[in-house]
């Protein structure tokens, strides 16, 4: 995140009560600076870790430095429980509040494991919706065991990702750059893999890229996609009120493919092979040299 970019907003809108950041793909940036901005201006710090579960910052999990954070359990998460999530904090208020939204209304509370006393929750059942967002104990049946496998998955899908890098970056280095991650981050779960092409494919080749890709099997999809939902320009519900350049530069060429769990060592091997040559074919057809 670019820090004297985040201050001047801060700055010019002085009624910014929150900052949301979301750890996309599970990169965390420099949390600190962020916390240290967000006291300077007194913005609440939120953290959306949907991406990040298991990641360590500082060696302490992701979502410690907001005054709460998201975890997501929807579909291609480190825990699927198909659709779903939690909400951590160590605020009693927001606690309580959450808890009643989820559905503890009159005294249901009291079956929570995990909430604050019952001081916290006030007159907040009488007061506040119940939207009935309760985990349900089948969702939660399925995540359980999952959590118990958390480390071996980690271990396993970073040993995979440090392979393909290399043999990514050894062979077409020249022409990709692969993001580096933020030097206090101890922990990481490559369960993905981003990568920016070079500024020498222009919009024409990133899309033969992507087709040549997609004819091999292998999806790759480009974050600046005019379709792609992590693309600012497809968020009308939020619409970016200044120019943001330097971001649409950046997902102009910004890549992302997933790595699988259930796949075999070997089929990684294949998917450096289909990323590598495809990058090959789009330079010859345009007569770039490599």
């Known amino acids: 995140i670019d820090l004297e970019d985040m201050e001047l907003k801060l700055k010019e809108n002085p009624d910014c009560n929150h900052v949301l950041i979301s750890h996309m793909r599970g990169k ?39 005054v709460a954070c998201a975890v997501s359990s929807q579909s291609y998460k480190m825990i699927n429980s198909g659709e779903g999530g939690f909400l ?10 959450t808890a009643v939204y989820a559905g503890a209304y009159e005294a249901l509370s009291g079956k929570h494991v995990t909430v604050p006393s019952k001081e916290a929750f006030k007159d907040y059942p009488k007061t506040i ?29 970073n040993a995979r990702y440090e392979t393909l890098q290399k043999n990514i970056e050894a062979r077409v280095g020249d022409h990709l750059t692969i993001p580096k991650l933020t030097p206090e981050v101890t922990t990481m779960v490559h369960d993905s893999m981003q990568f920016n092409l070079d500024s020498k494919f ?11 890709c997609g004819d091999h099997g292998l999806p790759v999809e480009l974050f600046g996609h005019k379709s ?35 796949w075999d060592d070997e089929d990684f091997e294949d998917m450096a092979d289909v990323i590598v040559e495809s990058i090959e074919t789009v330079l010859e057809e ?4 490599a």
């Open 28 to 66: 965390l940036a420099d949390m600190q600076a962020i916390k240290d901005l967000c006291d300077k201006y007194d913005a609440i710090l939120l953290e959306d870790c949907a991406h990040s579960l298991g990641v360590r910052y500082k060696d302490q999990h992701s979502g410690h430095m907001g």
């Open 88 to 97: 951590l904090t160590d605020d009693p208020d927001i606690a309580a509040k």
């Open 129 to 157: 919706p119940n939207y009935s967002l309760r985990m349900s104990n089948l969702a939660a049946s399925v995540i359980r065991p999952q959590i118990k496998t958390l480390d071996e998955r980690i271990a396993k899908y």
């Open 202 to 212: 222009t919009p024409e080749m990133i899309e033969d890229f992507l087709k040549e």
């Open 228 to 262: 792609n939902a992590r693309n600012f320009i497809n968020w009308g519900f939020a619409p970016a009120d200044c120019p943001l350049p330097k971001t649409a530069d950046m997902l102009s060429r910004a890549c992302d493919v997933r790595m699988p769990l259930m």
């Open 286 to 289: 345009y007569g770039v040299s």
